[in-house]
C-alpha cells in the first residue's frame, strides 16, 4: 500500500525556518520523482519543487533560493527545508509521488495532476 506522510508544519515568526518531512512507504524512491504542492486558502494548488529519480532538481522561482530538497533513500523519506519564510509561503503544503521510468527518471515536474499518489498535508503558517 502506498503511503506519504508529511510532518513538521507549525508556526514559525517571519525569517524563520521548517523541515518538513515526507515518510513514503509501498514503492521504491529509486523510481518515484517527489513533488511539493502548497494550497493556501482560496488559491489553486502550487507546485513549488520536485526531485527526480535522478536526483535532478527543480525549483519555482516563488522557493529558489530559500528551499532546498533532500531525500534519504534508506529511511524513505524526503526533506523539505524552508529558510527566511515569509507570510506568503502559508498554506498547507503537500508531497506526492510520480512515478518516472527510462529517460524520464533524469527530470522531474511540478505539475499537480501528473502525481499518483498524495499525502495528507501538513499546516505551515508564517505570522508574528
Known amino acids: 500500500q502506498v503511503q506519504l506522510v508529511e510532518s513538521g508544519g507549525g508556526l514559525v515568526q517571519p525569517g524563520g525556518s521548517l523541515r518538513l518531512s515526507c515518510q513514503t512507504s509501498g514503492f521504491s524512491l529509486e523510481d518515484y520523482a517527489i513533488g511539493w504542492f502548497r494550497q493556501a486558502p482560496g488559491k489553486e494548488r502550487e507546485g513549488i519543487i520536485c526531485?527526480?529519480?535522478?536526483?535532478?532538481?527543480y525549483y519555482a522561482d516563488s522557493v529558489k533560493g530559500r528551499f532546498t530538497i533532500s531525500r534519504d533513500n534508506a529511511k524513505n523519506t524526503e526533506y523539505l527545508q524552508m529558510n527566511s519564510l515569509k507570510p506568503e509561503d502559508t498554506a498547507v503544503y503537500y508531497c506526492?509521488?510520480?512515478?518516472?521510468?527510462?529517460?524520464?527518471?533524469?527530470?522531474?515536474?511540478?505539475?499537480?495532476?501528473?502525481?499518483?499518489?498524495w499525502g495528507q498535508g501538513t499546516q505551515v503558517t508564517v505570522a508574528s
Open positions: 526531485i527526480s529519480p535522478s536526483n535532478n532538481v
Open positions: 506526492a509521488a510520480q512515478r518516472r521510468t527510462g529517460w524520464r527518471r533524469e527530470l522531474c515536474v511540478v505539475v499537480a495532476g501528473s502525481y499518483d499518489y
